[in-house]
C-alpha cells in the first residue's frame, strides 16, 4: 500500500484530481495482476519485476521528451536521469533536445517523463529500492519511496523500450516491483589479477543495470595487496607491482558505485591469504627467525605458501587498530570483510610461541586461535564503527551475533549460521569462475521452498553473492565469465521465488545481453578479437569460431589440475580456453533440440507399434512435421561440424599455439558424423552392427577427454542419440 | 659508426672477440644493404626501419627463454622488458619460466635475449633513440645509446614474430635504425569529449608500438576544462561536469607515458576556445558589464560563442602566473602548449576598455594585441622554466625564436616559420578527425624532396603530429578514427623519405592493426558491437556490415554541415557515420581492382584492333586469363552488393534508426547493378543506349549524395565504368 500512498503523493503534486487515483486503485482490484511466466511474454526485464499490468497503448518516444525530477529525493537521481537518457539516446538516436543534464532547474511540469522520490535514499543494507512505473500513451511516471528506487525503475524502462513501424516507444503498463533479498551482490577478486578502475566502474554500470546492489572487492591476498595505505605504505608499494588503487581512485569508485545506489564492501583477507602483507612488514607474519620466515615474495602461484598474520603478538593488533581505521574512513559501507577463509595453520604450527599461547589460552586448535585473533579483530572495527564479515571459517562457537557470514562452503554452513540467528548471504553455487551454466546458478536460490528454517531464520538470509575469482581471467575476458550469467544471479536474487522458467530466462537473457553489451561489457565484442590473435591474420576466423562456440572451458578446478599447478600470475590468457564462453550456446540449443526431437521419435515409435504396418510419418503427420523440422536442424548443424575440421585444420597449421586443438576439432568431426549416423539409424530403422557400436564407444570416450583445457558440449547429445540406438540391436 | 662503437662494447662485455664484431663489420662492407621495397617482402614492421640485412636461419622463441639487461639504461627498460615478454607470451600462448618481471637482478650472461643500453635516456625532444637489432639463430642483441631506443627496438622485435610448422620464430637479421624526424605526435582533444585514464593509457601503449613519442594533450577548450587545479579549483570543478584528470591520474598517465619513452605535451588553449575557464572565473573573459559577459556556461555545442581571455587586465596575468606555475610543476615537459587559434576576436572588438588599450598601445589589430598577450604569456612561461608552443596564429611578427610553431593551417605556413628560423611541426595533413584515406596522409611529407629550403631551414621542422579532434568520438569509436591510420602517420615521421610505396604500406599496415588490437586498441572489434545495437538481437549484422564496408562517413567538416549545426556534445555516436570507418578497405580494394580492370581491358581492346577479326581472349591469352580473374572477383562483390539490399531491407524496417540507410541500400544496389551492365557491355562490345546512359546517370547522381552523413565509396569505380561505356556509343 506504500506504493499507492506514493502515486496519490505525486498525484496530488501534480493536481491530478484523487478520483483517478481512485478509479486506478479501482482497476487494480479488477484486473488480476500478471506475474511470473504469464509476464514473461510481454516483456524482456531482467530481473522479472514483482508484478506487472499490461495496459492499452505506446508511450512513444521523441526527441523533444523531457525528464522532471520532483519530491525530495537525493542528487543521484539527477545523474540517473540522464545517464538514462544518454543510454536511450545512444540506443534509438533520438537526440533528445536536452543540451547538458537533467538538474533540478528542469522542473517542467507537463514534461512527459516524470519522476518522484519521496526522500533521499542511503546507499547502505535495506534501503528501501521498490518502485511504481506507470506508463500510459501520454506519460510515464516512476514514483519511489527512495531515489535508489527510482534508479532501480530507470533500469526496468530502458529494457522496456521495444520498436515498430512508427519508430520506439514503450509499452503501456503498470509495474509494482521491490527486491526480495536487500543484499545483491558481485565479488571481484583485484588481487590475483589486478583490474583498472575503469573496467571496476564498468562492471558498477553493468550492476546498476541488473539492480545488483553490492561491488564486493577482494582487495588482498597472497598475489598482490591493490590499496594504497598511507599509513603503511609499504603494504601497496612492495606488495602490488605498482597495481593497486590509490584512495582517491578508491573515492572515485565509492562515489561512481554511490551515484548508481551500489556498496562497495572491502575485503582484507586475515589471516591467511595474506602474503603480500609481508614483504613490506615480514614481522607481522607468524613465520620465525630473525626475516620472520621471510624475505617474503609476491606469490605467482596459487596454493603454494602459508604465511599467516600473527595472533599473539601486541604490535599486529596496533597495527590493525592504525590500518583498520585509516580504512574504515575511507569505506563509508558498515561492513568490513575481513576474509578469514583457508589458513592452513602451518606457520602457527611450526612457531613455538604460537604454540605456547595457544596452551597457556587453553585455545587447543587452529580454529580456536583463529576465533581469538578475529575476536581482537572485532574489537577494532567496532572501535571504528564497522561491522565484521567473513567466510564460513570465521563462524565457530562463540562470534558475536553482529558478525555477519558469507557461505562458500555450502548450504548447510548457510542454515546453520541462520538458524543460529547471524545474518548470513549465499556464495556457494554462485561461483563465477566455475564455469557452470547460467540455469544452475539460476536455480540456486538461497531459501528454497523446501528448506526447514522459520520465517525469522530465513530472514536471517540477507542475501547472496556470485564471486569472480581472478586466477584465469584478465581485462579482456572478465566480462565474459561475468556477463551474462551475472544477470541471472540478479534475477534469482531481486525477482519472486517463484520465477523459475529456464527457458524464459534464456530468452530475456538475450536481450538483457545485448544491452549489456552496449552499456559496455565486452562478453562478446572481445571473443572474435580473441579468436583472430589465434588465427593470425591470413585467415577467417570463422572456422575457429564454429569450433569454440560449442566449447566450454573445464569446469571447477580442473583446469589447475590439467596444467599440474605449474601456472603462474603471468599464465597467457589467450588460448582456447580462455576464449570459450560458459554456458555455450550453441551447445546448449543443439542438446535441447536433441531431447526434443528423442521424445518426439519415442512418441511417433509408440504410435508407430500401435498401427501395423505403418509409417512414422503415416503414424502422426503433425508431430511427424515437428519431428523433421527439429531432425534438419539438428542436421545442419552436425554437417557444419563434420565439415569444419578441413576448414580449420590449415589454420591449426599455421598457428603452432593452436596445436592443442588438432585431436579436438577431429573428435567433434567424428562425433557429429556419428550423430548423423545415429538419427539415419533410428529413422531408418537400420540394424546396429557391434562394430559401429564399439566404434562409436570409443570416438565418444576419447572426445570426451578435455583438451586445450576445454570440453565438447555436444557430447551428452550425441551420447543420447547413440544410446537411443540401443533399441535397434 | 655509432651504433658499431655500441656493439663493439657490448661484445667485450661479454668477452666475444673482437675479431668476430671485424667479420661483422666486413659483412657489412659486402653485402649492400637492403632498404625501402627491398626489405619489405621480408618483414612487416611498421614504421619500416632505415636499414636491414638479412641473415640465414631462425632464433626459434622457447618458454625457457630469458633476458638479460646490461649497460646504465633507465630501469624503465625493464618495464619494457617485461611488457615485451608478456605481449609475446599472449601472441604465442608461450608460458615463459619468468615468473614476475625482468629485474636488475637477471644477469644471466647466456641469456638468449641481451638488451644492452649504454646511458640512462631522457623522455625530452631530441633524445637519442637509435638501436641496433642482431638476431641470429642462436642469439637476439638489441643494442642502443639509450633505453629508449631499446624500447623502439623491442617494438621492431615484436613486429618480426613469425611462425612456421615448428613454431614461433623471429628471422636472422640485423637492423640498424632511428628516427628521421624527432618529434612523431599524436594530439588527443580530451576537451570536446572526455576520455578516461585507461583510454588514454591504451593510446600510449598503442603510440610507442608504433614508435610514436609525444602525446598531446588538448585540455581545455569551449566545451570542458579537463584537468584539476589545485590553485583556481573553480576551473574543472564548474567547467568539466565532473569529467576532468585529477592530478593524481595526470602524474599516472605522464608516469606511464615515461615508461614507453613518450612525451606528454600539456595545451591550456587561449585566449580563444576558452569558455570552460569563465564559468568558474568570468572576470578573465573579455566580456563587459557586472557579468562579464557572463553567466556562462559550459558549450554543448561547437564554434558558437566567442568568449576570448581579457588581455588588458593585470589580474589577468597574475592569475596566469599562478596557474602555469602549476602546471609547469605538474607536467615535466620542456614544452607548454598556450593554442591560440581561432579567436574571433568579438569580445574584443566590443569592449571600450580594450579597444583603448589598444589604441593607447598601438596594437592596430586583433592579432597585434593577442602578439601582446602572447609576448605576456611567453615571460611567465619561460620564468617557470618552460619553452612556449603553439598553433600558426601565434606566429607574427616579432615573436621571439624560442617559440614552437605546430602548423594547422597548412604547408605555406610551416615553411614560412622554417624560413624564418622557428621550430615547427606539420599537422595539416594529418587531422584525423576528416576521414581521409591512410595514403594521403601517409604521403603528406612535412620536407618533401621538392620543398626549397636550405639543410638549415629544413632542420627546422623537427617532425609532426596527428590531431584527434573529438567533436564526433567517444571511447567506443575513438580508437577506430586514430588506428591504424595513426601507424602510417607514425612512418611517415619515422622512416626514411623514400620509403612511399603505398601497397606496400597498406600490406603492413594489416598486420600491425592485428597487433594494435591485440595492445588493446578497439578499432575492429567495437565495430561488431555498433552494428549489433543498430540491428537488434533478433538480426544477423551481415547484411548491415557488407553495407557499412564500402561506406565513409562523410569527409572533412561536412558531418556538421549536414547536420545543419544543430547537434552537441550529447548527439548519440551510435548512427552508421559512426560505425563506418575511414579508408573503408573493401571499398579501396574494388577501386583498384576495377582501376586495373580497366587497363588490362584497353591494353586487350587495343591488341584486338591490332589483329583484325579476333577476340579478346585469342588477342592475348595471359593478360586476357588477369582479366577474367579480375572481373570474377568484381562480379563476386557486385553481386553481393546487388542481392544485399533485399536482405538489409528487412532490418532497416524493424529499426526505426536505421530509416535514413534505405535510400543509400537501395543506390548500393542499383550502382551494383550498373557495375555488373557496364561490365556486360565492355566486354560484350554492346551498344550502349542512351536510355541506359541517363539513367545510369541520374542513379549516380543521387548515389553519391550523401545520406545518413555517409558517402558510398565504390561509386568512383562504378563511374569508371559507366565513363568506359564512352568507347561504345
Same mark, same amino acid.
Given at each position: ?188 577478486d583485484v588481487a590475483r589479477h589486478f ?22 572487492l577482494h582487495l588482498t591476498d597472497d598475489q598482490g595487496f591493490r590499496i594504497e595505505s598511507k599509513t603503511y605504505p609499504k603494504l601497496h608499494e612492495l606488495g602490488s607491482d605498482g597495481q593497486y588503487y590509490s584512495q582517491?581512485?578508491v ?15 572491502p575485503e582484507f583477507d586475515l589471516p591467511g591469504h595474506s602474503t603480500s602483507w609481508y614483504i613490506g612488514y615480514p614481522e607481522f607474519s607468524s613465520g620465525t627467525g630473525a626475516t620472520f620466515g621471510g624475505p617474503y615474495r609476491i606469490d605467482r602461484r596459487w596454493g603454494r605458501g602459508s604465511p599467516v598474520m600473527n595472533p599473539i603478538k601486541e604490535e599486529v593488533y596496533q597495527f590493525l587498530d592504525v590500518f583498520f581505521k585509516e580504512m574504515s574512513?575511507l ?5 568490513m570483510h575481513i576474509g578469514g577463509d583457508e589458513n592452513n595453520g602451518e606457520q602457527w604450527a611450526t612457531n613455538p610461541d604460537i604454540q605456547a599461547f595457544m596452551r597457556q589460552n587453553n585455545l587447543p586448535t587452529k580454529a580456536a586461535l583463529q576465533n581469538y585473533f578475529n575476536k581482537r579483530l572485532l574489537a577494532i572495527l567496532?572501535?571504528h564503527?564497522?561491522?565484521m564479515?567473513g567466510w564460513?571459517e570465521i ?74 575469482w581472478s586466477e ?59 579468436? $583472430?590473435?589465434?588465427? /593470425? +591474420?591470413?585467415?577467417?576466423? &570463422? ?7 560449442? %566449447? =566450454?572451458?573445464? @569446469?571447477?578446478?580442473?583446469?589447475g589440475?590439467?596444467l599440474k599447478f605449474t601456472y603462474t600470475t603471468f599464465y ?108 539415419? $539409424?533410428?529413422?531408418? /530403422? +537400420?540394424?546396429?552392427?557391434? &562394430? ?7 570416438? %565418444? =570416450?576419447?572426445? @570426451? ?25
Open positions: 500500500m506504500r506504493t499507492y500512498a506514493l502515486i496519490i503523493a505525486l498525484l496530488s503534486v501534480y493536481g491530478i484530481p484523487l478520483l483517478l487515483c481512485a478509479q486506478q486503485q479501482k482497476d487494480k482490484e479488477k484486473a488480476a495482476p500478471i506475474s511470473g511466466q504469464a509476464v514473461a511474454q510481454y516483456c524482456h526485464v531482467v530481473p522479472l519485476p514483482q508484478e506487472m499490468r499490461i495496459g492499452t497503448g505506446k508511450f512513444r518516444l521523441v526527441s523533444t521528451a523531457t525528464i522532471c525530477v520532483s519530491g525530495n529525493g537525493h542528487t543521484r537521481i539527477y545523474g540517473g536521469a540522464s545517464r538514462f537518457l544518454r543510454n536511450l539516446s545512444d540506443r534509438t538516436g533520438l537526440n533528445f533536445m536536452i543540451e547538458g543534464y537533467v538538474t533540478p532547474q528542469d522542473t517542467i511540469r507537463s514534461s512527459p517523463i516524470q519522476i518522484f522520490c519521496r526522500r533521499a535514499g542511503k546507499v547502505v543494507l535495506g534501503e528501501d529500492e521498490s518502485y511504481t512505473l506507470t506508463i500510459t500513451p501520454q506519460q510515464i511516471v516512476l514514483s519511489a519511496e527512495t531515489d535508489i528506487g527510482a534508479l532501480r525503475g530507470l533500469a526496468t524502462l530502458l529494457q522496456l523500450v521495444d520498436s515498430d513501424a512508427e519508430g520506439y516507444f514503450v509499452p503501456a503498463l503498470t509495474i509494482y516491483d521491490k527486491p526480495r533479498f536487500a543484499w545483491r551482490g558481485l565479488l571481484l583490474f583498472s578502475a575503469d573496467v571496476v566502474k564498468k562492471q558498477l554500470d553493468l550492476l546498476e543495470f541488473v539492480k545488483a546492489n553490492v561491488l564486493h582517491a581512485t573515492r572515485e569508485i565509492i562515489q561512481y558505485a554511490d551515484e548508481r545506489g551500489i556498496r562497495i564492501v574512513e569505506f563509508p559501507d558498515e561492513y567496532t572501535k564503527g564497522k561491522k564479515m564460513d563462524f565457530v562457537e562463540g562470534v558475536p551475533k553482529t558478525v555477519m557470514i558469507q557461505s562458500w562452503q555450502g548450504r548447510e554452513a548457510l542454515y546453520r549460521a541462520a538458524r543460529q540467528g547471524y545474518a548470513t548471504i549465499l556464495s556457494n553455487g554462485y561461483y563465477l569462475d566455475l564455469h557452470e551454466p547460467t540455469d544452475r546458478h539460476y536455480l540456486n536460490d538461497p531459501v528454497p521452498d523446501s528448506v526447514k528454517l522459520s520465517a525469522e531464520e530465513k530472514a536471517m538470509i540477507v542475501g547472496g553473492e556470485a564471486c569472480m584465469y581471467i584478465n581485462a579482456a575476458n572478465v566480462d565474459s565469465r561475468i556477463w551474462p550469467r551475472m544477470a541471472a544471479i540478479a534475477e534469482r536474487l531481486w525477482s519472486s521465488a517463484s520465477v523459475r522458467d529456464v527457458d524464459d530466462m534464456y530468452r530475456r537473457l538475450e536481450h538483457c545481453s545485448a544491452w549489456l553489451e552496449q552499456l559496455g561489457s565486452t562478453h562478446e565484442t572481445n571473443v572474435a578479437m580473441m579468436l $583472430r590473435r589465434l588465427t /593470425g +591474420v591470413h585467415h577467417d576466423i &570463422q572456422p575457429l569460431k564454429t569450433f569454440v562456440d560449442v %566449447l =566450454e572451458t573445464v @569446469k571447477e578446478y580442473k583446469r589440475q590439467l597467457p590468457l589467450t588460448g582456447i580456453a580462455d576464449v570459450a564462453r560458459p554456458d555455450a550456446r550453441v551447445a546448449r540449443n543443439f542438446r535441447a533440440q536433441t531431447a526434443k526431437y528423442l521424445t518426439l521419435l519415442k512418441k511417433l515409435t509408440d504410435a508407430q507399434k500401435a498401427i501395423k504396418g505403418t509409417t512414422l510419418a503415416a503414424a502422426d503427420s503433425s508431430t511427424y512435421e515437428t519431428l523433421v523440422a527439429t531432425r534438419e536442424f539438428m542436421l545442419t548443424w552436425l554437417r557444419l561440424w563434420k565439415s569444419n575440421h578441413e576448414r580449420l585444420l590449415p589454420i591449426i597449421r599455421a598457428n603452432p599455439r593452436l596445436a592443442d586443438i588438432e585431436e579436438h576439432s577431429l573428435s567433434l568431426s567424428l562425433v557429429a558424423q556419428l550423430g548423423i549416423e545415429a538419427i539415419d $539409424r533410428l529413422e531408418r /530403422g +537400420v540394424i546396429i552392427t557391434p &562394430q559401429w557400436r564399439y566404434v562409436a564407444g570409443i570416438i %565418444l =570416450e576419447r572426445a @570426451k577427454q578435455p583438451r586445450a583445457q576445454t570440453d565438447i558440449m555436444i557430447i551428452p547429445a550425441i551420447e543420447q542419440l547413440v544410446k537411443a540406438t540401443d533399441g535397434y540391436k
